[in-house]
């Protein structure tokens, strides 16, 4: 029973020692790149989603207009807007990542 108790002792003594030492806002401090290399991930990872579902937006278009020429100006209003909602997570990616980097 002793050696048990001598080993939970020694095992929060090694888990607390890290939390002891450290400095006053150092953590928060050393974490900070964190966030720069996060939001550069980010950023890129919307605009390349943003990217492909734009081409395939455009393509899906095309075709749709190639196919019934009578119906391209009520296609070309629907890939405006969907081009506009497309575009717009980049845009509120943006907006996120500059309230964090802030």
């Known amino acids: ?3 048990k108790r001598a080993l939970l002792m020694l095992a929060l003594l090694a888990f607390a020692t890290p ?3 450290a400095e006053e806002g150092g953590a928060a401090a050393s974490n900070r790149h964190w966030i720069w290399i996060s939001s550069g991930f980010a950023m ?3 605009s390349g989603i943003c990217g492909l579902a734009q081409g395939r937006a455009v393509a899906a278009a095309c075709e749709a207009m ?3 020429p009578g119906a391209a100006a009520a ?3 629907a890939l405006i807007l969907g081009l506009a909602l497309i575009e717009s997570l980049a845009l509120y990616t ?3 990542i500059l309230m964090q980097v802030r």
């Open 94 to 96: 943006l907006v996120i």
């Open 44 to 46: 890129a990872f919307a």
């Open 75 to 77: 296609i070309r209003f």
């Open 1 to 3: 029973m002793n050696a």
């Open 66 to 68: 190639g196919r019934n």
């Open 19 to 21: 939390l002891l030492a």
